[in-house]
């Protein structure tokens, strides 16, 4: 599983509120990424980090922000979410040979 | 806007037989090439890459890669229930920017 962990796992939040969503490494991958999951759309990358403070965009950013002070850490913000924002998220590695794994996801609902 | 373009399927085969799956990509500067795994309600899992042309083996599967076609694909060997599952191709810019485009997966289904 490349040492991936996603925290929460299952979340249940109201139009409105605001999310952080956790991705953890223990093997000090400088690549992170954060991705959303949804039916006829696949994987779309939000955003993703090339090191401590060092992120961008992806191709679905809007509503979103992330952050990444430790290298082992990345956060997934949404400021204030929308129903449009329920999906699975994957957080996912890059080895140094290239290799992208993914964490076990999180699933969020927006009511 | 770099794109890649998987049949959604369901793709259906016997058990026992190859089954085949296919990925077309369109930015021709593509340097490396992989296959995901994932069963439902799971997260994706890399079983296959492959960064040069011609064929890539590891057990049951085969990776397949044509540059100048644009066109990779996974053989998948004496098909097992197990691996019923959506396939997903992912197709990375070049070496040093790690940002993968997936396509939106092929869901495969294994007939015993």
């Known amino acids: 599983d490349a040492g991936i962990t996603q925290s929460p796992r299952h979340k249940v939040t109201e139009t409105g509120t605001p999310v952080t969503l956790r991705c953890h490494q223990t093997e000090n991958h400088r690549y992170m990424y954060w991705y959303r999951q949804d039916p006829g759309h696949g994987l779309r990358l939000i955003h993703y980090s090339y090191g401590v403070k060092d992120t961008d965009k992806g191709e679905v950013s809007d509503g979103y922000s992330v952050s990444r002070s430790k290298t082992e850490d990345f956060l997934l913000t949404l400021e204030s979410a929308t129903s449009s924002q329920t999906s699975v998220y994957f957080c996912a590695i890059t080895t140094d040979s290239y290799e992208q794994y993914f964490g076990p996801g999180t699933r969020l609902t927006v009511t | 806007q770099k794109e890649v373009e998987q049949n959604s399927g369901p793709l259906s085969v016997p058990e026992g037989a190859i089954a085949s799956l296919n990925c077309t990509y369109s930015?021709?500067?593509?340097?490396?090439f992989f296959w995901y795994r994932q069963y439902s309600g799971k997260s994706p899992e890399l079983i296959m890459f492959?960064?040069?042309?011609g064929d890539k083996e590891d057990g049951r599967f085969t990776a397949q890669l044509n540059k100048a076609s644009q066109y990779v694909s996974l053989l998948i060997r004496d098909s097992q229930p197990s691996d019923s599952a959506t396939y997903l191709c992912a197709v990375n810019g070049n070496f040093g920017n790690e940002k993968l485009t997936f396509g939106t997966g092929t869901r495969l289904t294994i007939i015993p």
């Open positions: 930015d021709r500067g593509s340097q490396s």
């Open positions: 492959i960064y040069s042309n």
